[in-house]
């Protein structure tokens, strides 16, 4: 598979996604700058995580103007597989490709740790690779990541099964001290309603590997190219 790396002024976790499906999982990789043209060729398309434009305005406010963000509109219109990163994820909303906004979160400060999520709806493109229920420690770096949207939008939402990742305690109860940053629903993770965008504000590249203490965050990606390839179950497991 060829997946396409979005890189925009202030991405910061681009390499490390580019190292997790090049060096990990032995897939070819293209580093995509902004202003790209083009995006013949790619199986999937990551917006990674960082702080385009610095963040400075609101989150993917500008960059969601940049020039690849057409061609990833329209990657994704025609049910191309794009997966976002907490600064991706707000690109995402920004764009219009994922429904709601993100808020300062609640405690008004930067926030990085591990947190458990829960697996909501593993028959995704992204977390078929989950069994349904499970909690994942993925780790969080951020000051906006206090997802919010309407009422009717949110209950759509749940009816079609959009929230794909919840924060959670350890043994996968949602509940308000499990939830780090105010996010409406305990809500960590969406999908549109075609199912081939993913949000997340988590960071599955940074735990992927054994070697990092914890690889649930490859879960993620394992589940992307199951999808791509057709075929789940050569690339099944289960994270501890």
Known sequence: MKIGVVVFPGSNCDHDCEHIFKDVLGQSVEMIWHKETSLAGLDAIVLPGGFSYGDYLRTGAIARFSPVMGLVKEFAKG???VL???????ILLEAGLLPG????NKSLHFICKDVSVKVENAATAFTGACQPGQV??????????????????????????????RYCTPEGKSTPDANPNGSLDNIAG????AGNVLGMMPHPERCAEAVLGN????????????????DKKPLKMVAG
């Open 190 to 193: 969406i999908v549109n309603a």
């Open 101 to 104: 906004a993100m808020l300062r």
């Open 215 to 230: 690889d649930d965050g490859k879960l993620i990606f394992l589940s992307m190219l199951e999808s791509l390839k057709k």
């Open 84 to 90: 976002g990163i907490c600064n991706g994820f707000q």
């Open 136 to 165: 994942l420690k993925i780790p969080i770096a951020h000051a906006d990541g206090n997802y919010y949207t309407d009422p009717v939008t949110l209950a759509a939402m749940q009816a079609n099964a959009q929230i794909v990742l």
């Open 79 to 81: 049910g191309g597989m």
